[in-house]
């Protein structure tokens, strides 16, 4: 890992330390409320604040993780630097297309 | 519990397709593991390889593993780590074995090299010497890893080093940080580059086994928190670029 790679993921891991306190909290409070996928889905459309804060988390988490397992391969793996980089910015690139897609359904549909 | 008359010795001999090979060594009092080695060299099998020099903690050149930890041989004693009266001797790892107990530091000072850690002098010996003061904060950090003997002890119980060969390695680090900390100097720009880059101070996952194992007790791990923060702050002002 060199200084850009560290700077970035604990950079992200910072970002992330708020908006996983407030998933949880949400998590939380849907479960004890016993709402459901509809009522959810009812608070969530067409909300600017919760596409924000999803897209915001999504693209934090994407980075990290990626960058975190691209250190896993390099030091774990008989993958070189360069092949545990491609197959890291793969995981990025599919963990924020699925992020953005579940985003998408939260707010939008 | 009585002190037995006899150890039992296992040390490694060959290269990296050798084994252990046992021996029985007189019980001596203040007896160190350098001694036993030195006693099976001397008195058994004068084929032995192995490294040593001052006998009294400065060269650093006798770290060996025993009993699965690498240690100072020559400021061991017998006593605190072979109560049972066996000892197993291993060649350093994360190294190149030449043969036996002997490893090729090569590898452990080229990373000294790439980690900058020659003193880039700042004025000419014509110049008045410095006037550094003792309690400033900069020598306080400095003295506090300048002690290091390079026995590669920290460079073998180091985990990322054993997982990633381009890793520089506690020693080296840590020789880095005294110098980015000694105020004569003036090469800190290219040493701040240096370990910024890939498989340098930001490769270490803080385990601490350097700090663990260091026959001085330094504080690598210290050292290498020190240069993370020192090169993050010049990457994110663009001093240094990754």
């Known amino acids: 890992m060199n200084v850009r790679l560290y700077v970035w993921q604990r950079a992200t891991a910072a970002l992330m330390v708020p908006f996983v306190l407030v998933h949880i909290a949400v998590i939380f409070y849907a479960t004890r409320q ?58 990025g690139i599919v963990l924020a297309m699925l992020g953005f897609h579940a985003v998408i359904a939260l707010v939008l549909t | 519990m009585s002190t037995p008359a006899q150890l039992s010795v296992s040390l490694w001999r060959g290269g990296n397709d050798g084994r252990y090979e046992s021996y029985s060594v007189p019980r001596r009092e203040s007896q160190t593991v350098l001694d036993v080695v030195t006693y099976v060299q001397r008195h058994i099998d004068q084929t032995l390889s192995y490294r040593f020099a001052c006998r009294v903690g ?21 006593a605190k780590v072979a109560a049972s009266g066996s000892l197993t001797i291993g060649p350093l790892e994360n190294l190149p074995l030449i043969k036996d107990l002997a490893t090729d530091m090569a590898p452990f000072f080229e990373k000294w090299q790439q980690a900058k850690g020659v003193f880039a002098p700042s004025q000419t010996r014509a110049e008045p010497m410095a006037r550094i003061r003792p309690d400033s904060a900069p020598r ?25 060969s381009g890793y520089l390695g506690p020693a080296a680090l840590n020789r880095a940080w005294t110098l980015v900390n000694d105020e004569r100097d003036a090469g800190n720009p290219s040493r701040l580059a240096a370990i910024a880059a890939s498989g340098g101070c930001h490769s270490c996952h803080s385990h601490q086994s350097c700090q663990e194992h260091c026959p001085l007790a330094l504080n690598p791990t210290a050292s290498i928190a020190g240069l993370k923060r020192r090169t993050a702050v010049a990457y994110l002002k663009g001093e240094i670029k990754a």
């Open chain 2, 58 to 78: 400065m060269c650093g050149s006798c770290a060996m593993t025993v009993n699965g930890r690498p240690r100072w041989t020559c400021r061991t004693h017998v």
């Open chain 1, 34 to 91: 016993q709402m459901t996928a509809a009522d959810i889905l009812s608070r969530t459309h067409g909300s600017a604040a919760w596409a924000a804060f999803y897209t915001v988390f999504v693209a934090a988490v994407s980075i990290h993780a990626a960058i975190g397992v691209r250190n896993i391969l390099s030091e774990w793996s008989p993958l070189g630097h360069r092949a545990a980089g491609w197959c890291a910015v793969s995981l």
């Open chain 2, 140 to 164: 306080v950090a400095a003295n506090a890893a300048i002690e290091c003997i390079n026995c590669g002890v920290c460079y073998a119980a180091c985990d990322t080093v054993r997982w990633n």
